[in-house]
């Protein structure tokens, strides 16, 4: 489904990513973990062009991303965010609804209908006319995965969406997050939540220094862990 070939980004004279070469497939439940500032996030975002890759090619569904037709790529790789980012000055129901109504993907009644449905499906359905501002931060980012779900995405990308949460709310979008993956969503997610990547991924990818260092199924990753810098994160972190 997403195929990257010789990527690479840099800012100025940093270089962020070296030659990343990966394939995901349909159904595949790919995290991807690595200490901070080892581009994770950056690659998550070449994958849809919200970053704008130095060389290299990446193609969704067969087609290269580039910026042609970019808006119709978004809409079915979705993007969830770290920090949520809802439009304060709508409504819950009107933040799922914006997008697919403006591309011209459904009518306004049917977006309404769909938001309601999803909103229904994670016990939120009583919020769809409140602002973002009178609900907690589980519920914000609840939310925003519905609203990229609004789109009838193939793929989901995640970028660190339990940071930003409070300890205690962070096992509610887990729990939807572990419901999407069961219902065969592609998703490839950054995260620190390792019980979640052992849990739930099908793969668990390293990086470190810009590069795939360990692209593994949980149990070899976690049990036997043949990279020096791998063994050393792990021992951080578990």
Same mark, same amino acid.
């Given at each position: *489904?997403?195929? !990257?070939?010789?990527?690479?980004?840099? @800012?100025?004279? =940093? #270089? /962020?990513?070296?030659?990343?070469? %990966?394939?995901?497939?349909?159904?595949?439940?790919?995290?991807?973990?690595?200490?901070?500032?080892?581009?994770?996030?950056?690659?998550?975002?070449?994958?849809?062009?919200?970053?704008?890759?130095?060389?290299?090619?990446?193609?969704?569904?067969?087609?290269?991303?580039?910026?042609?037709?970019?808006?119709?790529?978004?809409?079915? *790789?979705?993007? !969830?965010?770290?920090?949520?980012?809802? @439009?304060?000055? =709508? #409504? /819950?129901?009107?933040?799922?609804? %914006?997008?697919?109504?403006?591309?011209?993907?459904?009518?306004?009644?049917?977006?309404?209908?769909?938001?309601?449905?999803?909103?229904?499906?994670?016990?939120?359905?009583?919020?769809?006319?409140?602002?973002?501002?009178?609900?907690?931060?589980?519920?914000?980012?609840?939310?925003?995965?519905?609203?990229?779900?609004?789109?009838?995405?193939?793929?989901?990308?995640?970028?660190?969406?339990?940071?930003?949460?409070?300890?205690?709310?962070?096992?509610?979008? %887990?729990?939807?997050?572990?419901?999407?993956?069961?219902?065969?969503?592609?998703?490839?997610?950054?995260?620190?939540?390792?019980?979640?990547?052992?849990?739930?991924?099908?793969?668990?990818?390293?990086?470190?220094?810009?590069?795939?260092?360990?692209?593994?199924?949980?149990?070899?990753?976690?049990?036997?862990?043949?990279?020096?810098?791998?063994?050393?994160?792990?021992?951080?972190?578990?």
């Amino acid at each position: *489904m997403i195929e !990257v070939k010789h990527l690479k980004k840099q @800012f100025g004279g =940093l #270089t /962020v990513l070296r030659d990343v070469n %990966l394939t995901v497939n349909k159904g595949d439940v790919v995290v991807l973990v690595g200490p901070s500032g080892c581009g994770k996030s950056t690659f998550l975002r070449c994958l849809n062009r919200l970053e704008e890759p130095t060389s290299g090619e990446v193609l969704f569904m067969g087609q290269p991303v580039n910026d042609k037709d970019i808006d119709k790529v978004r809409a079915k *790789m979705g993007m !969830v965010f770290q920090h949520f980012n809802l @439009f304060p000055h =709508l #409504t /819950v129901k009107k933040n799922i609804t %914006l997008a697919p109504v403006k591309l011209g993907l459904m009518k306004q009644e049917e977006a309404d209908a769909r938001a309601l449905e999803l909103l229904g499906r994670i016990g939120l359905a009583d919020k769809a006319d409140t602002y973002p501002n009178m609900l907690s931060g589980g519920q914000k980012q609840r939310i925003a995965i519905v609203r990229a779900l609004a789109m009838n995405p193939e793929a989901l990308l995640f970028d660190e969406p339990t940071s930003a949460l409070d300890p205690e709310m962070v096992g509610e979008v %887990l729990e939807l997050m572990k419901e999407l993956a069961q219902s065969g969503m592609t998703m490839v997610c950054v995260t620190h939540e390792m019980g979640f990547a052992r849990e739930v991924a099908n793969r668990i990818i390293f990086i470190d220094e810009g590069e795939v260092k360990v692209d593994k199924p949980p149990k070899e990753f976690f049990e036997n862990p043949e990279n020096e810098r791998l063994r050393s994160f792990l021992s951080k972190v578990l």
